[in-house]
């Protein structure tokens, strides 16, 4: 079968299938800390950042097989399960964000490099994703730190009103 996509490109989401799995796994954790303090909000919340990374996972698994390549998930690391404090924690998930968009702007410069649209267009929505998710763990963490260690009940409580999302641009996702 005539391959959509270079082994260049197969490569590099191969790799970004792990990424993904990589932050899930991380949010698991973060959410599986935040339960054992009796903080089932802010748990939730990362239960649901975990689901969405499988899903972004699973979308480049879809694209390398409709593309016609080989889907090769790599190892992934185990992610960081101790933390000091909750800004800690949610500090940690902002970094992996913008660690991810960094990746995703690369993958843009590969598909970009190899004129290949198709992988082009279907990066798109991971860009426009990022916006989004950078957005709600930065309003999160400095809803944070603006609580301190002491006041994480009144975290609770705004992600509660707010039906568990932290961020404006979060009411509109998809
Ligand atoms: Fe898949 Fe949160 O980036």
Redesign the pocket.
């Known amino acids: 079968m005539k391959t959509l996509a270079s082994q260049k490109i197969v490569d590099a989401f191969n790799q970004q299938i792990g ?2 799995l990589g ?1 899930s796994h991380q949010y698991v954790a973060i959410s599986a800390h935040f339960a054992t303090e009796g903080l089932p909000e802010l748990a939730k919340f990362f239960d649901r ?1 975990a689901a ?2 499988r899903m ?2 699973m979308k480049f698994v879809r694209f390398i097989v409709d593309a016609g390549g080989g889907v090769r998930i790599p190892a992934v690391a185990a992610p960081k399960a101790v933390f000091a404090n909750a800004e800690e924690a949610v500090s940690l998930s902002l970094d ?2 913008q660690t ?2 960094e990746q ?1 702007y690369g993958l843009v410069d590969v598909a970009r490099a190899e004129k290949n649209y198709i992988a082009q267009r279907f990066l798109d929505w ?1 860009v426009n ?2 916006l989004e ?1 950078v957005s709600s763990i930065s309003q999160l963490l400095s809803i944070v730190q603006r609580a301190g260690d002491k006041g994480l009940l009144f975290v609770e409580d705004y992600l509660t009103r707010r039906g568990g999302q932290a961020g404006e641009s979060a009411a509109a996702e998809a």
Do not use: L, M, R
Request: glycine share 0%; hydrophobic share 35%; aromatic share 12%.
């Open positions: 990424n993904e932050a950042q969405e990374e972004h996972a992996w964000e991810v968009t995703i991971f994703e990022q998710e």
